[in-house]
């Protein structure tokens, strides 16, 4: 069983900055993709950003500039810090992550997507 908590969310003002983070726990033999991703109110789940394991980033082009991910491979933990926040940023924010969940699943190239529980965010104007 693997277990994703997220934890960081809240209320803040236009302007201001929120770090979010995930813990990952449980059977995990490696995670190959840290993301988060959100849904806003009527709109589709998106990505906001993801790191690899090698390290290489994507971001949404709304966020781009604003917000960084980043991840301790040593506690399956990683990060989204998030700056200069906008009103749209307003959403339900997801952290996932695509692993293996033991030796013989990296063995066979099996990889498995988990999902948090969500976080809100709320920008006000």
């Known amino acids: 069983q693997v277990q994703l908590v997220e934890s960081g969310g809240g209320l803040v003002q236009a302007g201001e900055s929120l770090r979010l983070s995930c813990a990952a726990s449980?059977?995990?033999?490696?995670?190959?993709?840290m993301g988060w991703y959100r849904q806003a109110p009527g709109k589709q789940r998106e990505l906001v950003a993801s790191?690899?394991?090698?390290?290489?980033?994507r971001y949404a082009d709304s966020v781009k500039g604003r917000f960084t991910i980043s991840r301790n491979n040593a506690n399956n933990t990683w990060y989204l810090l998030m700056n200069t926040l906008e009103p749209e940023d307003t959403a339900v924010y997801y952290c996932?992550?695509?692993?293996?969940?033991?030796?013989?699943?990296?063995?066979?190239?099996?990889?498995?997507?988990?999902w948090g529980q969500g976080t809100q965010v709320t920008v006000s104007s």
């Open positions: 449980g059977s995990i033999f490696s995670i190959t993709v």
């Open positions: 790191v690899s394991s090698g390290g290489g980033t």
């Open positions: 996932n992550a695509d692993l293996h969940r033991n030796y013989n699943d990296w063995t066979n190239r099996r990889q498995f997507r988990y």
